[in-house]
């Protein structure tokens, strides 16, 4: 099965992955003056969950699916799937546990395409162990570009077109969260932190 300890994060396109992932990793460092290529293929990240464990509460890492929980010591891998991937993501999350996908709050012209990427990494969502439920998180990304008053009548329009409750009350074996975030002011950056270190 795909990586135990791994997430996927997919988006379309530009939609601020490989910058949420680099600001994830690094928040010194300033998203702004970084420059993003489009990501061909994936990239893998090394997201070292142990040490922000440390600061708050003592986490451990369970193994979905035997029935037995297994703790293990090593880190958390972030997988990027490009953009231009989309076609084939599900070759990759098939089977997967974990799942963030970016939806950019700033660009409806693409909400059908993403409407339906979403639909179809649900269905292949799965655990082994039935008992357990997938973890996959809805980003908005790149509020900090909306007008601060427009901001949550933009995102009650993407769930409507995403059908997002639908969502959530069609996918039994899914637990389904959301966070708005912005990698520029780093708004809603804990809401990423603290779900990785939750579906863990
Ligand atoms: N204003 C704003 N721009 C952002 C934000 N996140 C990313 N961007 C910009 O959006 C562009 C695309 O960002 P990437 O992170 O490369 O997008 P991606 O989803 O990795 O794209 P692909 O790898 O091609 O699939 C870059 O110019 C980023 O600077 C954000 O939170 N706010
Ligand atoms: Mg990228």
Redesign the pocket.
């Known amino acids: 099965m795909e990586g135990r300890n791994s997430v996927f994060f997919l988006?379309?396109?530009?939609?601020?992955?490989?910058?949420?992932?680099?600001y994830l990793l690094d928040p010194k460092h300033d998203?702004?003056t970084?420059?993003?290529?489009?990501?061909?293929g994936v990239s893998h990240f090394n997201y070292p969950i142990e040490a922000e464990a440390q600061k708050g509460e003592k986490r451990r890492f369970f193994a979905c699916g035997s029935g037995k929980k297994t703790a293990t010591n090593a880190g958390i891998v972030l997988k990027?799937?490009?953009?231009?991937l989309a076609q084939n993501w599900t070759q990759y999350t098939v089977g997967s546990k974990r799942v963030v996908f970016?939806v950019d709050a700033?660009d409806l012209t693409r909400i059908a395409q993403v409407a339906f990427h979403v639909n179809d990494v649900l269905n292949a969502l799965q655990c082994e162990d039935e008992d357990e439920k997938a973890d996959f998180l809805i980003v908005y990304?790149?509020?900090?570009?909306l007008d601060p008053h427009q901001v949550s009548k933009q995102i009650s329009t993407i769930r409507n077109l995403l059908r997002v409750d639908d969502l959530i009350n069609g996918n039994a074996h899914v637990r389904i969260n959301e966070a708005a975030?912005?990698?520029?002011?780093a708004e809603g950056i804990n809401r990423i932190a603290n779900w990785l270190m939750r579906s863990f």
């Open positions: 988006g379309a396109e530009n939609s601020g992955k490989s910058t949420l992932l680099r998203p702004k970084l420059k993003t290529m489009p990501t061909v990027e799937l490009g953009g231009t970016l700033s990304s790149k509020i900090d570009i975030v912005s990698s520029f002011t």
